[in-house]
């Protein structure tokens, strides 16, 4: 199932390493964290997401054209 925008955004938060491991570990409370993030940014820098979700989306419907979810 391709990711939504929201769980494109947190990947790229994890990946940046924007919150040390040594700070935070569990996946729970950085969840909550990125989901703080995620309800500050401005339409435009969720539209940019979006933009990313869909072309995911469309990627993988490229490739499975049968796949429903």
């Given amino acids: 199932r391709p990711p939504n925008a929201f769980l494109l955004y947190r990947s790229d938060f994890l990946k940046r390493r924007t919150i040390p491991r040594e700070v935070?570990?569990?996946q729970q409370n950085?969840?909550?964290?990125?989901?703080e993030c995620w309800n500050t940014l401005s339409a435009e820098e969720k539209a940019v997401?979006?933009?990313?979700?869909?072309?995911v989306t469309a990627a993988h419907q490229a490739k499975y054209p049968h796949y429903k979810f």
């Fill in 24 to 26: 935070e570990k569990r």
């Fill in 30 to 35: 950085l969840s909550r964290i990125i989901g």
């Fill in 49 to 55: 997401w979006r933009e990313k979700a869909a072309a």
